[in-house]
């Protein structure tokens, strides 16, 4: 029991309120969650960036570290890791596109996910105006250019300007939560 103080007769009286002991602390946190399952928690679109002009050069892979950033001038941002190899492929000014991917698209996610050789293997792209592949079946497409990349720990933030967009089909998204797909 302890005193508190009474919120009805708003004249500083204390009452005696039943306090419930704490739960020990190893009953609500049996086991530290890893940083990767807390990040899980935030459900995420994905989507597929492409670079490269010509086809010995494509690169594409899946991210989902994309954020909007300014409309004016019009930016987003994705994050690739520091060991990438492919990093340096992002040069300033480069162009590369943004696919939005369907839930339709799902394979095109793991394969883009997966072993770098094999991405462009037996893959269905066009080519946008900026002369970079894109995948027709996207929920949306944006073109741009880098614009500025920063190094913050183990990753690379690239940042790009938006040259063109397009909303592609109607279908329902690809989004990746607890680290599996969804939809909504």
């Known amino acids: 029991m302890v005193d508190a103080p009474d919120s009805k007769s708003g004249e500083g009286n204390f009452v005696r309120v039943r306090v419930s002991p704490a739960l020990p602390i190893d009953l609500i946190m049996k086991k530290k969650p890893s940083l990767t399952s807390i990040f899980s928690l935030f459900a995420t679109g994905i989507t597929i960036v492409t670079n490269g002009n010509k086809k010995s050069e494509y690169f594409g892979c899946t991210i989902n570290s994309f954020t909007s950033v300014s409309l004016?001038?019009?930016?987003?941002?994705?994050?690739?890791?520091?060991?990438?190899?492919?990093?340096?492929?992002?040069?300033?000014?480069?162009?590369?596109?943004?696919?939005?991917?369907?839930?339709?698209?799902?394979?095109?996610?793991?394969?883009?996910?997966?072993?770098?050789?094999?991405?462009?293997?037996?893959?269905?792209?066009?080519?946008?105006?900026?002369?970079?592949?894109?995948?027709?079946?996207?929920?949306?497409?944006?073109?741009?250019?880098?614009?500025?990349?920063?190094?913050?720990?183990?990753?690379?933030?690239?940042?790009?300007?938006?040259?063109?967009?397009?909303?592609?089909?109607?279908?329902?998204?690809?989004?990746?939560?607890?680290s599996t797909y969804q939809t909504i």
């Open 72 to 178: 004016d001038p019009a930016m987003f941002l994705f994050c690739l890791g520091n060991y990438n190899k492919y990093l340096k492929t992002f040069k300033l000014d480069s162009p590369l596109n943004l696919n939005f991917l369907s839930m339709s698209q799902k394979k095109l996610s793991n394969k883009f996910a997966s072993d770098v050789d094999k991405r462009w293997i037996n893959t269905n792209y066009s080519i946008a105006k900026n002369k970079v592949p894109f995948f027709k079946e996207s929920l949306g497409l944006i073109e741009g250019k880098v614009y500025k990349k920063v190094k913050s720990g183990d990753h690379t933030i690239i940042i790009c300007k938006i040259n063109d967009f397009y909303k592609m089909t109607a279908k329902k998204p690809l989004i990746y939560y607890k």
